[in-house]
Structures are given as C-alpha cells and as structure tokens.
C-alpha cells in the first residue's frame, strides 16, 4: 500500500503555494534482529536479506537461477580456469559518493581473509593466490587451483563488495554499498528502515522511496499484518500457513523448491558424537519423509545432504528407510546398551525446527535416546547455541555451486566446518579437493556419489530435507518474485494506493 510521506496542497480559495510529492513505501517483516549489518559476517537470513537490499556482488544469480553481471559487466579466464579477470561497470557510486574502482573489490576481499573478520566467506577467500588491480575497472584473480564455477561464486552472500575508505569497525555500524537501498536507521526489537539510493546504477530502479522491514518473530502477528494491511509482504512465509492465506483474498502467495535445508547439528569432537557408531544410529532412527510431512507440512522433500533431489546429482540410490534394531544394535557396540539422555536445542521463531525437534525427540526414544528440547530465541540462537551446543537444530540457506554446498561444511578444512560439525575425513577432504578442481562432469557425477554415500556412512551430522521457500504479499504489490534463493529483491516492486 502507498504511504503518503508528502501532502499535496491542492490549491482553493484558501490555500496557495508548491505541491510536495506523494512518496511510496514497502513494508516488508523480518523473523528476527539481525546480529550484523555487514554481509561479510552475515551468518542468518535476515542479514542475508539486508544484504540483497544494500549492496551488490560482482555477479548475481536470478529466480530462473541463471547467473548475470552486476558489479562485473563481463569477465573471462584463461583455459585451467586458475586467473579471473573482471571488468567493472563505470560511474557505479556508492552510498557515500565514492566510485565504485577495483580497489574497492581487492579490500572486500582482503577484509573477508583476515582472520580478525571470522567471516564464514574465508573458505572462498583461502582459494585466492593473489589480486591485482589490472587498472581501475579491471580486476585480476589467481587462484591457488581450478576452480571452474568461481564467477558464480561471486553472488555468494557475503561477498558483497564494500568502499575501500571504510574499515571494519565503520561497516559494523555504518553499512555502505552500492545498493538499490542506503541505509537509514535501525532500532532492534522494532524496525530496519532503508531509503531509495538515487544514484543506483540501474536507472529507473528502484520504484519504492522507502523500504521499513519490521521485526515480527511472532507468525500468527506477521499474517494478521498482512491481513489487515499493516505490512505489504511477508518474506518468508511460515509453511503452515500456505494453505491459509491461499484461500485469503487480496493476497497472492508464490512458493519455489529451494536446495534450503534443514538439518541436525552434532560436534564430532565431543562425546557422545565423537563415535561414529552413535552418529549412524541416530541417523538409523530418524524417518525423513515422516519429518517432511511433520515440520514442513509436506512442503520439502527428504534428502542425504546438501545436493537436493531435484539435482542432477542426487544420489536416489540411497533410501530412507529406518532400521531400529540396526541402530540399537550400533549403540551397544559404541557402549551404550541403555541408550542416554541428551538435550536437544531449537530455535524459537524457525518454527520447522522446533516442529523437527519434538518430532525427533519422539524418533530417537525407540533406540533408548532420551531428548528433552529446550527451546532457545532465535536472536540469541547464535551467540548461545549455534557452534557451542553438542546437539542442537538449525538450516542454512540454498548456496551458488556444489562446491560451495559441502566444501564450507564437511572439509576438514571448511569454516562453517570449524563452527557447526569439527568433523574431520580423509576420505571427505580427498572427495571435496578433488570436486574443486574437477571441470570433468562425469567425474563429478562420481565424486558427488561417493559424497552423499560417506555422508550416511560416517554422519558428520544430518541434513533431513530440502525444502519449498514461499512468500506471501498484498495485491497492492507488483513487480515481486519468489526467488529460490530467499533474495529479497525489491529493486523493481511498487506499490499501489
């Protein structure tokens, strides 16, 4: 709905003077606080969101998931895909004025490497033997090997490139893009409001003069919003609610199959998961198809990894089928005849994990596991739970290549790795090095096989399932479309009275 920020004298008897001009405004919720407004250290959907809104990359990635230019206008390498070079668009401005030149894309990726950021983007960044500023709209990258898909890399979420006159410190409090929307204010709890960037290279773009992005983590306030108005869209769209707001009138609700997934978090590293024997039979006990139905209302699909079914590469030779006396039998060898109790945390405000908690807990009670389900916030999921907790749920987001999906979270090496499992495979390391620089499609065909089976067989953790992402928005809205990967791209939505 159009919020009128200006009024418009229309001229009486009474009244003379210039007319202000009406301005148009989205209003659009988010789950929960983002932690951080910088994408380098984006780690949760809604700084994910914020980042789509605020800055760009050097590519991007659109609903029909064909990657295009953004910053880079074109970009070539040479024949074993190790040097990159980029071309930048010229006149691109960011927020503060500065020129979009190549040295601010050398920084960018300078302050994702250092240590000191944590940025869960370093893995990208460990691939990078050098960077040079070939002048300044041409950009350089050698890399350390092959890497056929390093274009696409560039619409990862975190590698949102940054002005090089601001510093660590001032992107954590001040973000500066190149975005379709500056930063305006922020009150956590309440609201995150962006304006228009009037000198955003897209001409035209965007339509809307004021993005407010409200934080509702409360489902049942979000869809009465929607209902009565008060919002424009809801973003991502809670799956129980799809067939409600279907049958609502006014409102248009449009889902998309994601590689999204949600998944089982256990540190390797400590007992009792530190025992393969444990991880498999806990995994022995879980019925993924049940969880589709049960957490995301049938709205997903069960898978053994991050590779979804509907890829290429799905491994659909290995089933689901649960094997109780196989897993009881696991967990006597591994010195646990009697099973154990554990606890299990869920974030309050991902309603399909809370959902798949208790749908757990109920799962691993035949084989003598015991789960009581404490329920955290999801604002403090990160900072309490999330890389410190042994066993806890939580989901990540659809990523731009294979590698990308699985190198971060199953090498040995892989930042997101070092947070979530500390699972550690020779085996793996050997399946994922190789995949990264392999151009040969068969072979990684076979390599992603050989992927998803040692995932069953040495369970560093359990992805249960892919599932749909949807959003639901006012017909008062157009120009919006559902993208698989969650991109909360408002450059070409308005909003009528």
């Known amino acids: ?15 003379t003077g210039g007319a202000a001009f009406a301005q148009s405004e989205l209003v659009a919720t988010l789950n929960a606080n983002p932690n951080h407004l910088w994408p380098a250290k984006a780690t949760i959907g809604e700084e994910y969101n914020l980042a789509v809104l605020m800055f760009n990359g050097l590519t991007r990635i659109l609903p029909d998931l064909t990657i295009e230019p953004d910053l880079a206008e074109s970009w070539e390498t040479n024949e074993d895909a190790t040097v990159w070079t980029f071309k930048l668009r010229e006149g691109v401005k960011f927020h503060h004025g500065k020129e979009l030149k190549a040295e601010d894309v050398i920084h ?11 940025s869960r983007a370093a893995s990208h960044t460990d691939l990078i033997e050098s960077m040079e500023a070939v002048d300044d709209y041409t950009v350089k990258f050698t890399l350390k090997q092959s890497y056929a898909g390093w274009a696409d890399l560039m619409i ?5 490139i940054v002005p090089s006159d601001r510093t660590l410190e001032e992107l954590a409090t001040a973000p500066v893009g190149t975005g379709p929307f500056k930063f305006e204010s922020y009150q956590p709890g309440d609201k995150i409001v962006l304006s228009k960037f009037e000198d955003y290279y897209e001409e035209g773009l965007p339509k809307v003069d ?8 409360e489902d049942a306030a979000k869809i009465a919003a929607l209902q009565s108005g008060d919002v424009d869209i809801i973003t991502n769209l809670p799956l129980e609610s799809i067939a ?3 049958a609502a009138p006014g409102i248009t609700v449009d889902a998309k199959s994601t590689a999204t997934w949600d998944g089982i978090v256990f540190n390797n590293s400590t007992r009792p998961f530190s025992d393969q024997r444990v991880r498999k039979a806990m995994l022995m006990a879980i019925d993924k198809p049940a969880l589709v139905d049960f957490a995301a209302f049938g709205n997903g699909a069960p898978t053994h990894s991050p590779i979804p079914p509907t890829h290429k590469f799905f491994a659909h030779d290995i089933g689901f089928e649960t094997d109780i006396e196989g ?9 646990y005849p009697n099973g154990f109790d554990i606890t299990i945390h869920a974030p309050v405000g991902r309603p399909t994990r809370e959902r798949a908690a208790v749908a757990l807990q109920q799962m691993l009670r035949p084989i003598g596991v015991n789960a009581s389900v404490e329920r955290v916030p999801y604002n403090r999921y990160g900072a309490t739970v999330s890389g410190q907790a042994p066993f806890y749920m939580d989901g990540y987001f659809a990523r731009p290549t294979l ?27 050997a399946i ?3 995949a990264r620089r392999t151009t040969d499609e068969e072979r990684l065909a076979e390599l992603y096989a050989d992927f998803q089976a040692l995932m069953v067989e040495e369970v560093p953790g359990i992805v249960m399932y892919s599932m749909n992402f949807a959003t639901a928005y006012s017909d008062k809205v157009s120009g919006y479309e559902t993208h698989p990967y969650l991109w909360t791209d408002f450059r070409t939505v308005s909003v009528s009275e």
């Open 1 to 15: 709905m159009k919020r009128l920020i200006g009024v418009l004298l229309l001229a009486t008897s009474l009244t």
């Open 108 to 118: 960018t990726f300078e302050l994702i490497a250092d240590p000191d950021t944590a």
């Open 156 to 160: 990862e979420r975190q590698l949102k």
């Open 210 to 217: 004021t993005v407010e992005l409200r934080i509702m983590p």
């Open 244 to 246: 409600e707001l279907e």
């Open 327 to 335: 897993a009881k039998a696991l967990l006597a060898e591994a010195g």
């Open 403 to 429: 590698d990308t999906s699985t190198y971060p979270w199953f090498h040995s090496t892989g930042s997101w790795n070092a947070r979530m499992w500390h699972y550690s495979s020779e085996a793996m390391d």
């Open 432 to 434: 994922l090095d190789e």
